[in-house]
């Protein structure tokens, strides 16, 4: 019953895929700039990636799968992302899930 509470291991790996976008992808215009389309597709090709691997060796439930997207949304929120590239993402990672 407690297991299904644990959701350390999601809020890690959400945390794993902001630092990934945080460190390739640069805080101002980032979802705007036709020069950034590129890098933007090379850094979703290499998130869907990592969470394709991660979806191979861990099952997530409802509660699991929540607490990484409220994860990996807050802290890119927090890193001046800009909110609808914030929700782009976010969605794109629950969806991917």
């Given at each position: 019953?407690?297991?299904?509470?644990?959701?350390q291991q999601a809020k890690?790996?959400?945390?794993?895929?902001?630092?990934?976008?945080?460190?390739?992808?640069?805080?101002?215009?980032?979802?705007?700039?036709?020069?950034?389309?590129?890098?933007?597709?090379?850094?979703?090709?290499?998130?869907?990636?990592?969470?394709?691997?991660?979806?191979?060796?861990?099952?997530?439930?409802?509660?699991?799968?929540?607490q990484l997207g409220n994860?990996?949304?807050?802290?890119?929120?927090?890193?001046?992302f800009e909110a609808e590239?914030?929700?782009?993402?976010?969605?794109?990672?629950?969806?991917?899930?």
């Open positions: 019953m407690f297991k299904w509470f644990n959701a890690e790996f959400a945390n794993q895929l902001a630092d990934l976008l945080i460190e390739k992808m640069p805080r101002d215009n980032a979802g705007k700039s036709d020069k950034l389309v590129k890098k933007r597709s090379e850094v979703i090709a290499s998130m869907l990636w990592k969470i394709d691997e991660f979806k191979k060796n861990n099952k997530l439930n409802l509660y699991q799968k929540a994860t990996f949304k807050w802290r890119l929120l927090e890193e001046k590239f914030v929700n782009e993402m976010t969605h794109l990672v629950l969806t991917s899930l």
